[in-house]
């Protein structure tokens, strides 16, 4: 008999080891976190102490990813990575819809095999998240591999007595499956938004622009699916949880089940990939605001409906609007991905995403990438300065390892905050500031060990807090990629020594120029690296170097 060995902790096999944690931090009683179903921010308790289950709905993979579909990923990033330093066990879902009207359509057109076109969308919207310093999911599930599930957990709807099977003249099933919403009274929790009362200013604009039960109407970012709008439906709200085919779709795009040949709805892929693998009950369930009606309302329904407790708690991000409409495809306002990055650090690009709070509309503009650019020159400047200082960058299992009971207090308190990320960045430059000036004090000090160890205990929290947000310079994916500009730190490029190589020697000239008062020709010098997008700061520990 062959030996069998049962897999290993998943979280700790896929997740970098310091970001998985034996112990919960006691910051974790004060977390709290705000509830769509409910409409109010209450305190996070997990189902199962020291665990938290999040199912976050990925892409559907029928085109290139945009920055409006990243934003969702990178938000609930940074929701996961708070959750990781407070010391929780992660089992993190995000799936990929790889089978759907629009793949199926569009693959048609292009002359493509829908497989084929959903998988190639699939890599690019994983090369997007890679790019921008998603952690990768503890387990990303395709729907074309769990259509048993679909059919296991329609069949329990059914016998349940909550959908119906529609039948043709000869008594046949045709097909076509759809939950029958009268028979479900708890129907319109989740979005029934009048019927509570308004939290906030951000949900109060949410309940304004996302779509819920009170304001279903025309939605131009979620058409009505054909199936839906069958005659053949009970109660106009009901909607489809398996569809016949149309006679366009390829034969293998079909499925064969006890209701007939067809395909799954749109949501009840969620709701069995997340049975299937956060099992009955969750912590969190995630995603964009316009998933919130119909497909979060009609998830928990019929998850519901099949006998399963639904998630426990459901998030949901605001979108990006470029001139105040939400960024999409469908209305040609989308900017790609791979566009972005061409013109900007995918460090600053993260930066602009996830800086203000999740539930927060995000305007996308050129300021919005300034701000950021900005952001990252005074982040990096500090960090180089600090390092150049006291003659060290800590590693970065080090700066991974701070829990959260010794990061800063203001930090914690607006990570808890709903993960009020605007707060939290606040925080990191109040620090920043600090720093600066125990840098500019530095040469002052008779005890510069105990100065240079003032300076070292702020560039650790410092790295420490945007290494929580996933913005530590000196981590992957930035350091590679030159994001981390003329700061010193482990793991750089042999391309970044050459270049600081070739500055420092620029700037030793530099201050011998100067020595000599030879100030045109220092003057020359400085220009020079400045037209090259050098950025060259003088400071009492002597010029230091950054990328403009």
């Known amino acids: 008999m062959a030996n069998t060995q049962e897999p ?26 705000y509830d769509t179903a409910s409409h109010a921010v209450s305190t996070f308790t997990p189902i199962k102490p020291g665990e938290v289950g999040m199912y976050v709905c990925g892409a559907t993979v029928q085109s290139s990813p945009h920055i409006g579909h990243i934003r969702a990923a990178v938000a609930f990033d940074i929701v996961r ?38 998988y190639h969308y699939e ?27 679909m059919i296991d957990m329609i069949q329990r709807i059914i016998d349940n007595g909550h959908a119906y099977v529609v039948r043709g003249d000869d008594g046949k099933p045709t097909g076509n499956v759809y939950f029958d919403v009268a028979s479900w009274p708890h129907y319109g929790e989740l979005t029934h938004q009048k019927q509570t009362a308004v939290a906030d200013a951000a949900s ?18 979620n058409p009505v699916d054909p199936a839906d709008a069958s005659p053949d439906k009970h109660d106009p709200r009901d909607f ?29 892929e969620c709701s069995a990939m997340s049975h299937r693998y956060l099992k009955d009950g969750f912590d969190i369930h995630g995603g964009g605001l316009d998933l919130r009606f119909p497909h979060h309302e ?57 800086g203000v709070q999740y539930r927060s509309m995000l305007e996308w503009s050129d300021q919005t990438l300034a ?4 952001a990252y020159g005074r982040v990096s400047n500090f960090i180089e300065r600090a390092g150049i200082a006291i003659g060290e960058q800590p590693s970065r299992t080090e700066v991974a390892s701070v829990p959260a009971d010794a990061l800063p207090a203001d930090f914690v308190a607006a990570m808890n905050d709903d993960i009020n990320v605007s707060g939290a960045t606040a925080a990191i430059f109040t620090a920043i500031r600090s720093g600066n000036t125990l840098l500019s004090k530095l040469a002052d000090r008779a005890d510069s060990d105990a100065a240079k160890a003032e300076v070292r205990e702020v560039l650790l929290g410092v790295r420490a807090m945007l290494d929580t947000l996933g913005l530590d310079p000196l981590a992957e994916p930035w350091v590679n990629g030159g994001a981390a500009g003329g700061a010193a730190g482990e793991g750089e490029s042999a391309e970044h020594d050459a270049l600081d190589s070739l500055i420092r020697e620029q700037l030793t000239a530099r201050a011998e120029a100067r020595k000599a008062k030879d100030f045109a020709k220092a003057d020359a010098i400085r220009d020079a690296l400045n037209a090259a997008g050098i950025a060259i700061e003088d400071g009492p520990q002597g010029s230091t170097w950054s990328l403009q």
Request: aromatic share 10%; charged share 20%; hydrophobic share 45%.
């Open 204 to 221: 109060e604009v949410a309940d304004a622009m996302g779509p819920s039960v009170d304001n279903a109407g025309d939605d131009k970012y």
């Open 371 to 374: 701000e950021a650019q900005s």
């Open 81 to 118: 990575r708070w959750f990781l330093k407070l010391g929780y066990q992660v089992t993190f879902v995000r799936n990929v819809t790889d089978i759907d009207d629009k793949i199926l359509d569009k693959a048609a057109a292009a002359g493509q095999q829908w497989w084929a076109r959903a």
């Open 8 to 33: 290993q902790n998943f979280n700790a096999s896929v997740m970098p080891s310091t970001l998985v944690s034996a112990q919960v931090a006691k910051a974790a009683a004060g977390l709290k976190l």
């Open 123 to 149: 890599r690019e919207f994983s090369q997007a998240y890679s790019d921008l310093g998603v952690l990768p999911p503890t387990v990303e599930p395709r729907a074309t591999g769990h259509m048993a599930d």
């Open 298 to 354: 009609n998830e928990m329904a019929q998850t519901r409906a099949a006998g399963y407790d639904s998630a426990a708690r459901w998030m949901h991000s605001a979108w990006v609007t470029a001139k105040g409409e939400k960024m999409s495809k469908s209305l040609g306002n989308g900017l790609s991905v791979p566009a972005v990055l061409a013109e900007n650090s995918a460090w600053v690009v993260r930066y602009a995403l996830g």
């Open 240 to 268: 489809a949880l398996w569809k016949a085919p149309k006679d366009s779709d390829p034969l293998d795009a079909r499925w064969n089940t006890p209701f007939g040949t067809g395909r799954p709805g749109w949501h009840i």
